[in-house]
T-cell receptor, first 118, second 112 residues
Framework: DTEVTQTPKHLVMGMTNKKSLKCEQH?????MYWYKQKAKKPPELMFV???????INESVPSRFSPECPNSSLLNLHLHALQPEDSALYLC?????????????????FGPGTRLTVL | GENVEQHPSTLSVQEGDSAVIKCTYS??????FPWYKQELGKGPQLIID?????GEKKDQRIAVTLNKTAKHFSLHITETQPEDSAVYFC???????????FGRGTQLTVWP
């Protein structure tokens, strides 16, 4: 299995709703990522998990809450979002994060969840 | 941190022609440069990458070159086909573990 899967494909939610995005990979990768992508823009890094521990939080608002329950799963819990949070949310995974010259961290992306906040 | 610039922002070519997309980076410690292709409604797909100890890498119709001295790298697509139409992103891995810095993207259109 060489892919990253994401559910749901599309999500519409109101500003008072609570919802979750799910990401799964079975490539044995131990680093997982959440990105946000607006139309015609590159992906923006939100969070990085390494060995199920949060290693990077790019100053993301607390209405986004990541969770990594095990090495194959990554969730993003959403609460009290704003219309400007509407975007494509991408999950990615890579092998372990290593320091130094041997660290390349090829990242493989899932298809994304298209989120619309009304 | 790293800063990756990408040009051009749009590129139109006739089917069968070659396409070249160029990127520059700022962090001399960067050692890994992937290229992603993103089709409409899909996630980015890793199509080729190059490491700093290599000057060129080819995979069928696509190739990437790296000039470490000048801090630039390029994607070359030969014999373009309409299915090559997509947005292409270059990226560089800077000093921060796990972090990729993306260029702004190039919309490639291949006309039949």
């Amino acid at each position: 299995d060489t892919e990253v899967t994401q559910t749901p494909k599309h999500l519409v939610m109101g500003m008072t709703n609570k919802k979750s995005l799910k990401c799964e990979q079975h490539m044995g990768h131990r680093a997982m990522y959440w990105y946000k992508q607006k139309a015609k823009k590159p992906p923006e890094l939100m969070f990085v998990y390494s060995y199920e521990k949060l290693s990077i939080n790019e100053s993301v608002p607390s209405r986004f809450s990541p969770e990594c329950p095990n090495s194959s799963l990554l969730n993003l819990h959403l609460h009290a979002l704003q219309p400007e949070d509407s975007a494509l949310y991408l999950c990615a995974s890579s092998q372990v994060l290593l320091a130094g010259a041997r660290s390349y961290n090829e990242q493989f992306f899932g298809p994304g969840t298209r989120l619309t906040v009304l | 941190g790293e800063n990756v610039e990408q040009h051009p922002s749009t590129l139109s070519v006739q089917e069968g022609d070659s396409a070249v997309i160029k990127c520059t980076y700022s962090d001399s410690a960067s050692n890994y440069f992937p290229w992603y292709k993103q089709e409409l409604g899909k996630g980015p797909q890793l199509i080729i990458d190059i490491r700093s100890n290599v000057g060129e890498k080819k995979d069928q119709r696509i190739a990437v070159t790296l000039n470490k001295t000048a801090k630039h790298f390029s994607l070359h697509i030969t014999e373009t086909q309409p299915e090559d139409s997509a947005v292409y992103f270059c990226a560089g891995r800077g000093s921060t573990l796990g972090r990729l810095y993306f260029g702004r993207g190039t919309q490639l259109t291949v006309w039949p």
